[in-house]
């Protein structure tokens, strides 16, 4: 049951539409393990760091229609794996809610800061890609992706991408640092009783 501490907690979406075709699981109580397809290879990448650095398992099978470009699978991917996310972290209890990773990647650091806070805001801020694109990806998609994942998840998100020279390096910091910063926001504390908040709801 996603949301149990009890047992792993997992999230899953299949998602068709006349741009894309998405099958979507996350356990977050997983190992790392990855199992990405999709038409976008940088992206498979990120996830691919992401699954790894967040300790999550996670399993993507997408199709789109990058004959145009890939700005709807990576849009719609980042909507899958939010929904996911809300998902497997169900009511929230026990969960610590808040982490602040600083990752370096060669030259770069990026510093990704999240609120498992039912309150879905996104800010990219820092220096500018110098490179349009990596690989296929136009760079663009980047706050494309990550601002839907936290729109869906319902999570506030803030990427703050210090300093790099090197365009990939300054997004690997980034989807590494995401992956541990989900890690700890959702890892569960046993000194937090409920959901961790005066609200008592999130």
């Known amino acids: 049951m996603a949301g149990d501490n009890e047992q792993q907690r997992t999230g899953s979406i299949a998602r068709r539409t006349n741009e894309t075709d998405i099958k979507l699981t996350l356990n977050v109580d997983g190992t790392g393990i990855s199992e990405i397809e999709s038409d976008v290879g940088f992206l498979n990448h990120m996830l691919d760091l992401f699954t790894k650095h967040g300790q999550f398992d ?6 789109g229609d990058v004959e145009i470009d ?4 990576v849009e719609d991917i980042g909507i899958c794996l939010g929904h996911a996310l809300r998902e497997a972290l169900g009511d929230k209890r026990g969960i610590k809610r808040y982490a ?3 990752v ?3 030259e770069a650091l990026a510093q990704v800061v999240v609120d ?3 309150r879905p805001h996104f800010e990219l801020k820092g220096v500018e890609f110098p490179a349009a694109s990596v690989g296929s990806l136009t760079v663009e998609l980047v706050h494309e992706f990550l601002w839907k994942l936290a729109l869906e998840a319902r999570i506030t998100l803030h ?3 210090h300093y790099g020279r090197n365009t990939h390096h300054m997004i690997e910091a980034v989807f590494k640092a995401l992956g541990r910063a989900l890690d700890e926001a959702t890892s569960i504390d046993p000194r937090v009783k409920g959901v961790p908040s005066t609200k008592g709801v999130l």
């Not at 996670?58 to 199709?63: E, G, Q, S, T």
């Not at 890939?70 to 699978?73: E, G, I, L, S, V």
């Open 104 to 106: 370096p990647m060669d």
């Open 159 to 161: 990427v703050i991408v």
């Open 100 to 102: 602040s990773v600083f």
């Open 116 to 118: 498992i806070s039912n």
């Open 58 to 63: 996670l399993k993507v099978d997408a199709r």
């Open 70 to 73: 890939d700005h709807h699978t």
